[in-house]
């Protein structure tokens, strides 16, 4: 069987997760019921109370706040573009950043672009 998200070869029937009608692998399937949320109480104070002004900060992380810090508010779409990732790449480590609040999203005009926290 395979995966019908990713298209990964399932060898094993009691490997195969269910989820909105599709089967899909292990991977493919926490990446759907255990994806960070950005709106997270609890995740935004166990992330100040970890950082305690000392963030630790992936590279990418960096480059997408540096980038922010750069040309913000600036839309997920052009910061996809000028790293060169997925914007599902740019949702995952997004995440850290807002639970920290370092960065937020927003809205300007009609579009959601992502800003400095406190801006």
């Not at 104070?45 to 990418?60: E, Q, R």
């Not at 540096?66 to 599902?88: D, M, Q």
Request: proline residues 5%; neutral net charge.
């Amino acid at each position: 069987m395979k995966c019908e998200k990713c298209g990964a070869l399932i060898s094993n029937e009691a490997d195969v997760y269910k989820h909105a009608g599709q089967n899909l692998c292990e991977d493919c399937y926490m990446d759907i019921v255990a994806a960070p949320k950005t709106c997270d109480p609890w995740a935004v104070h166990t992330a100040k109370s970890l950082a305690k002004g000392k963030p630790v900060l992936t590279p990418i992380q960096e480059k997408i706040l540096s980038l922010i810090k750069e040309k913000g508010p600036i839309t997920a779409e052009e910061i996809c573009s000028s790293l060169g990732i997925s914007e599902a790449e740019l949702r995952l480590n997004f995440t850290p950043l807002r639970h920290m609040e370092l960065a937020r999203a927003c809205k300007v005009d009609d579009k959601v672009c992502y800003t400095l926290f406190g801006r």
